[in-house]
C-alpha cells in the first residue's frame, strides 16, 4: 500500500498554468505506475495522464496533449502534473492515483491506493 497527498490545485485564469504534485509514503514508490485523474460533480472520475514505474513511458489523454505533461521523480517519491494553457473545461478535483508494477491502465477501477484530490478552477 501507498499513501497519496496532492498539493497544488487553485483558482487561476484561462490560458494560466498549474502544477500539481502527489507526494507518496512508502518504500516501494519507484514501482508503482502512476496516474492522474479527474472529476466534476456530475461526471464520472476520468483519465488525464499516466506514468510507468520507470518514468520512461507516459500517456495522457486527447483533451489534454499538448498542454500537460506528466512526470515523476522517484528520488523525491513524487509525480508531478504540470498544466499549461488552462480551459474552463479543465475545472475539476484532481486526484492522484497509484498501481503496484505493470501497464497504466485508463480505468480507475484498475487503481487501488487514491489521494484526497485537489480542486482544480480555471475561470474565464
Known amino acids: 500500500q501507498v499513501q497519496l497527498v496532492e498539493s497544488g490545485g487553485g483558482l487561476v485564469q484561462a490560458g494560466g498554468s498549474l502544477r500539481l504534485s502527489c507526494a507518496a509514503s512508502g518504500r516501494t514508490f519507484s514501482t508503482y505506475s502512476m496516474a492522474w485523474f479527474r472529476q466534476d460533480p456530475e461526471k464520472e472520475r476520468s483519465f488525464v495522464a499516466g506514468?510507468?514505474?520507470?518514468?520512461?513511458?507516459?500517456y495522457s489523454t486527447d483533451s489534454v496533449k499538448g498542454r500537460f505533461t506528466i512526470s515523476r521523480d522517484n528520488g523525491k517519491n513524487t509525480v508531478y502534473l504540470q498544466m499549461n494553457s488552462l480551459k474552463t473545461e479543465d475545472t475539476a478535483v484532481y486526484y492522484c492515483?497509484?498501481?503496484?508494477?505493470?501497464?497504466?491502465?485508463?480505468?480507475?477501477?484498475?487503481?487501488?491506493?487514491w489521494g484526497q484530490g485537489t480542486q482544480v478552477t480555471v475561470s474565464s
Open positions: 492515483a497509484a498501481r503496484a508494477i505493470g501497464p497504466v491502465p485508463k480505468r480507475a477501477d484498475d487503481y487501488a491506493n
Open positions: 506514468i510507468s514505474w520507470t518514468g520512461a513511458t507516459t
